[in-house]
């Protein structure tokens, strides 16, 4: 499995952590790509740390990315474009969304914008780790097509 995860905390308790992996599924022996998403749930402000894990419900979410969309992906990251798409799975609807916008001061930030059954998930990557996502969802492509080819 490889994967790459991004830490936000904030000391007002509105930051999340986001994992991107590509992994084979055990039955099927096949890659699949998933984006996972936790808010923040603490912040210990004598250590600087936070806490992310929570037994309250609907604190994370998980996605899984075809090549397709990770092309989408890869194609807003690289030409500072939006992308946007839908999951349906029986009565629930799972809206994604992610675009470039600029801080205050200038600098970009890639926003990742998750919304489902009136729940909402973000972060924002700096312009580096938006660089970093792109190549990892670039390898992550080739093996999801290579698996499609055997």
Not at 51 to 76: C, M, Q, T, W, Y
Request: aromatic share 10%; net charge positive; with cysteine.
């Amino acid at each position: 499995m490889s994967s790459i995860t991004f830490y936000k905390p904030t000391p007002k308790v509105t930051g999340a952590v986001a994992g991107f992996s590509c992994r084979v599924h055990e039955t099927h022996k096949v890659h699949q790509f998933y984006l996972n998403i936790a808010r923040q749930v603490s912040w210990d402000s004598s250590s600087r740390t936070a806490r992310f894990r929570s037994e309250k419900p609907n604190n994370d979410i998980a996605i899984k990315f075809n090549a397709v969309e990770l092309a989408g992906i890869v194609r807003a990251l690289s030409k500072k474009e939006d992308f946007s798409t839908v999951h349906k799975f029986q009565e629930t609807t799972t809206s994604i969304s992610m675009k470039w916008f600029a801080r205050s001061s200038g600098s970009p930030i890639f926003s990742i914008s998750i919304s489902r059954g009136g729940e909402k998930y973000g972060i924002g990557l700096s312009a580096n780790e938006a660089y970093v996502l792109s190549k990892f969802c670039d390898d992550s492509i080739i093996k999801l097509c290579q698996d499609k080819s055997e």
